[in-house]
């Protein structure tokens, strides 16, 4: 029997308080809203009570955020897309942020279980100063455990409509693509982190956006497969490969802090959850 679940979650700034609230249909549910940093900021937690998508499974998650509002978005866990008999499982997220809101979307890997038909979908509409910090973290296969991914596919697509669009299909059998230095030279993680805008950068807060990213990625054990860019002018996206997740999510953070500071003047403030 297949999934379809799907949620909506709304920010809205009431009083000088970010408030979420959110509806669900099927096992896609929020937990609790919390003030860490005050009540300006809201941080939530995504759950998915099953722990993955077999084939056939499609989660669909709405994130809008008005004016002002200021959201954080995390998950207990990594997605898991298991092996499929013929039906891919499809996971879309789309999230829409009116003038000067700010959202941040960081939820832990999704997992290309071997034999797995799988779609993981982005799709960001940005108002006028509104602004995105995010990442994407996808692992193919458990290598160190001993479950590589052989046989399958993954589909990835990350858009900011009119501005950016990236979308690949990596299939198992590709080894040239699976291995080659022209490729994923044997990596078997790939993530992304992206800061957007709804307006073009000022020239200066994107070229030390960059320079921040770029230092950080040369202090860390990664330097030789990451690397920071600009593909337009209200894009700023940092590229990373690595063996497992771990280290690939650990120069994230770093990044993300880096960033943070930067763009918004806040210091990081990691999720309860990622200390439990």
Not at 25 to 48: F, K, M, T, W
Not at 139 to 162: D, K, T
Not at 186 to 200: D, E, P, V, Y
């Amino acid at each position: 029997m297949s999934w379809h679940a799907d949620l909506q979650l709304d920010y809205r700034l009431e009083a000088g308080r970010t408030v979420a609230r959110h509806s669900h249909n099927g096992p896609l549910r929020v937990l609790q809203s919390l003030y860490p940093e005050g009540d300006a900021i809201c941080h939530n937690v995504l759950v998915h009570p099953p722990g993955g998508l077999v084939g056939g499974d499609t989660l669909d998650l709405r994130v809008t955020a008005d004016a002002t509002a200021h959201g954080l978005i995390t998950t207990p866990g990594a997605t898991r897309f298991y092996r499929s008999d013929g039906e891919a499982a499809v996971q879309r997220t789309q999230i829409t942020l009116a003038d000067r809101a700010r959202l941040e979307w960081l939820p832990l890997e999704a997992i290309a279980y071997n034999n797995c038909l799988a779609e993981n979908h982005l799709t960001l509409s940005l108002e006028p100063e509104a602004e995105f910090i995010g990442w994407d973290v996808t692992a193919l296969g458990l290598p160190h455990a001993q479950r590589p991914f052989e046989a399958g596919s993954f589909l990835q697509h990350i858009e900011v409509p009119g501005v950016w669009l990236e979308r690949g299909l990596i299939q198992a059998q590709d080894r040239r693509l699976m291995n080659s230095p022209l490729g994923l030279g044997g990596q078997r993680c790939l993530a992304s982190l992206i800061f957007a805008t709804g307006n073009k950068l000022e020239r200066e807060r994107r070229r030390v956006s960059l320079e921040l990213a770029r230092e950080v990625i040369a202090a860390h054990p990664l330097r030789r497969v990451a690397g920071a860019t600009s593909p337009n002018a209200q894009l700023v996206v940092v590229r990373v490969l690595a063996p497992m997740v771990e280290p690939a999510m650990d120069l994230l953070r770093q990044l993300w802090a880096a960033w943070r500071q930067h763009f918004w003047q806040l210091p990081a403030s990691n999720p309860r959850i990622w200390s439990t």
